[in-house]
């Protein structure tokens, strides 16, 4: 191994491990696991690292009765939201600090609906989430709609 790749592999070392002024601790993942919001699969509803969140994609299940409310789009979009606002409060994070958003939903017909309703929750945020939404051809558990973000504290 030459000098110059010795020292490159050095740097990127020193550079994936550093963090200004942070504890082992503080870098550590810490998993989020809000009361009724249960994964349909192995994942965890939520990743907190550092200042950061990511929030797995959420659908319309009822944390009390663990049923998918589908009633209509507009029902099964508020508990969506519910469902990703509940994680993002139990990791100690609030809805403006929700930088990114990605809406997956069953069919593009739901697009102004979704919207509504979404609106609805950030109502008041200066800046609002950069956003993008796809039609999809299915979602878990037969669902019409999925969010997923990413939250950054300052």
Same mark, same amino acid.
């Given at each position: !191994?030459?000098? $110059?790749?010795? *020292?490159?592999?050095?740097?990127?070392?020193?550079?994936?491990?550093?963090? $200004? $002024?942070?504890?082992?601790?503080?870098?550590?993942? +810490? %998993?989020? @696991?809000?009361?009724?919001?249960?994964?349909?699969?192995?994942?965890?509803?939520? *990743?907190?690292? /550092?200042?950061?969140? #990511?929030?797995? %994609?959420?659908? %319309?299940?009822?944390? +009390?009765?663990?049923?998918?409310?589908?009633?209509?789009?507009?029902?099964?979009?508020?508990?969506? !939201?519910? $469902?990703? #606002?509940?994680?993002?409060?139990?990791?100690? #994070?609030?809805?403006? /600090?929700?930088?990114? *958003?990605?809406?997956? !939903?069953? /069919?593009?017909?739901? @697009?102004?609906?979704?919207?509504?309703?979404? %609106?609805? @929750?950030? +109502?008041?945020?200066?800046?609002?989430?950069?956003?993008?939404?796809?039609?999809?051809?299915?979602?878990?558990?037969?669902?019409?709609?999925?969010?997923?973000?990413?939250?950054?504290?300052?």
């Amino acid at each position: !191994m030459g000098f $110059n790749t010795l *020292v490159i592999k050095l740097f990127i070392i020193i550079f994936l491990t550093s963090c $200004n $002024n942070c504890t082992r601790e503080e870098r550590a993942r +810490k %998993g989020i @696991y809000p009361e009724g919001i249960k994964p349909i699969a192995p994942y965890s509803p939520g *990743v907190v690292v /550092d200042n950061l969140l #990511f929030i797995s %994609g959420q659908i %319309g299940i009822d944390p +009390k009765t663990s049923i998918l409310v589908n009633d209509n789009i507009e029902k099964e979009t508020h508990q969506v !939201m519910k $469902n990703l #606002f509940q994680v993002v409060q139990e990791a100690g #994070f609030e809805p403006k /600090d929700i930088i990114k *958003v990605t809406i997956y !939903m069953s /069919d593009i017909i739901h @697009y102004e609906a979704i919207n509504r309703v979404y %609106g609805e @929750y950030f +109502k008041g945020i200066e800046i609002l989430p950069v956003r993008e939404s796809l039609a999809v051809k299915a979602l878990p558990k037969n669902a019409n709609i999925e969010i997923s973000a990413i939250a950054i504290k300052k």
